[in-house]
């Protein structure tokens, strides 16, 4: 019986939240195919079937996580400058967007952080999260044309790139219960993370 292109792309689907829930929960040095396999209830033969094999199928789904955050900010980005004209309060919420997506959802998170720390994340993999992120810089530009400021490109993907690694870390402490979500904290850590970013949207004091 021929399998629906919808079923192929499910199966893939499975495949990668179930590399990461293994991630997640035994460690990368322990994740192996047959748990993947077992996790996700498919025969093992079908990471070989759409993956090279566990590197591959582990990098895929690094970059498919990446490309969902890209989503998460350029669907909160279009809908902030409706909601708001205050520059401060649309990074905000546009931080939040991101922050949110980190901590519900513990088992890609984990996955992110251990595979980002690892062996795994060669140059390669480097060079394909920067094309995924080009598109942050263009939600940086949006916000040019709304609050006619002038955007400095210098250092923009360091600054995006720390940004985004200081907020994984406080989301993976909060998934460990080391550290508090309460709203007060959560903006806590907004003011401490994402100076880098407002400067390169604001280089100078709003």
């Known amino acids: 019986m021929e399998v629906s292109l919808e079923t192929h792309k499910d ?22 195919t047959k ?17 090279d094999g566990k590197k591959d199928l582990l990098e895929q789904t690094f970059l498919e996580i990446d490309q969902q955050i890209i989503q998460v ?3 909160n980005a279009e809908k902030l400058f409706q909601i708001t004209h205050c520059m401060q309060d649309s990074c905000y919420l546009l931080w939040k967007a991101y922050w949110n997506y980190l901590v519900q959802d513990a088992d890609q998170t984990v996955f992110h952080s251990r595979f980002y720390y690892s062996a795994y994340y060669t140059k390669q993999i480097e060079e394909a999260r920067k094309r995924n992120l080009t598109a942050f810089q263009e939600i940086i530009l949006t916000f040019d044309e709304q609050y006619g400021l002038t955007i400095t490109h210098e250092d923009t993907w360091l600054r995006i790139i720390h ?9 993976m402490r909060v ?8 709203e007060e904290h959560v903006k806590r850590i907004f003011d401490t993370v994402f100076p880098p970013v407002m400067t390169l949207i604001c280089p100078t004091p709003i």
């Open 11 to 32: 199966m893939r689907r499975s495949l990668k939240r179930s590399a990461a829930h293994v991630v997640a929960t035994q460690g990368l040095e322990n994740t192996t």
């Open 35 to 51: 748990l993947i396999a077992a996790e996700s209830g498919l025969a093992e033969a079908y990471i070989y079937r759409y993956y």
């Open 73 to 75: 900010f350029q669907r």
């Open 163 to 171: 940004m985004m690694e200081s907020t994984l870390s406080y989301a």
């Open 175 to 182: 998934i460990r219960c080391e550290y508090e979500s309460s």
